[in-house]
């Protein structure tokens, strides 16, 4: 089954930290650009943080400086570490894998982040 499984969202703290994994299975994970997006209640889906084959990665200017995403190919799966967290940066959490030279996109269910004290 073509599939991307999100896990690791939940309630943190200002200032705290919290890792996303994006679990990968069903489709060849070298072939597709990994991203992570998010989506606020009332605001538009945006994308938080990307990466590709070799390891070249891109940030939303929110988040830079703050979250880091990395590849594990040998496991399938892609990870969002969050660190300094911030109410803004209450949203669920969205996986995507974009295929190399086509329009196909696989999303994830998404899990919720949320930053409240």
């Known amino acids: 089954q073509v599939q991307v499984v999100e896990s690791g969202g939940g309630l943190v703290q200002p200032g705290g930290s919290l890792r996303l994994s994006c679990a990968a299975s069903?489709?060849?994970?070298?072939?597709?650009?990994m991203n992570w997006y998010r989506q606020a209640p009332g605001k538009e889906r945006e994308l938080v943080a990307g990466?590709?084959?070799?390891?070249?990665?891109e940030y939303g200017d929110s988040v830079k400086g703050r979250f880091t995403i990395s590849s594990d190919n040998a496991k399938n799966t892609v990870y969002l570490q969050m660190n300094s967290l911030k109410p803004e940066d209450t949203a669920v959490y969205y996986c995507?894998?974009?295929?190399?030279?086509?329009?196909?996109?696989?999303w994830g269910q998404g899990t919720q982040v949320t930053v409240s004290s």
């Open positions: 069903g489709f060849t994970f070298d072939s597709y650009a």
């Open positions: 990466i590709i084959t070799g390891g070249y990665t």
């Open positions: 995507n894998a974009k295929e190399y030279g086509t329009s196909r996109r696989i």
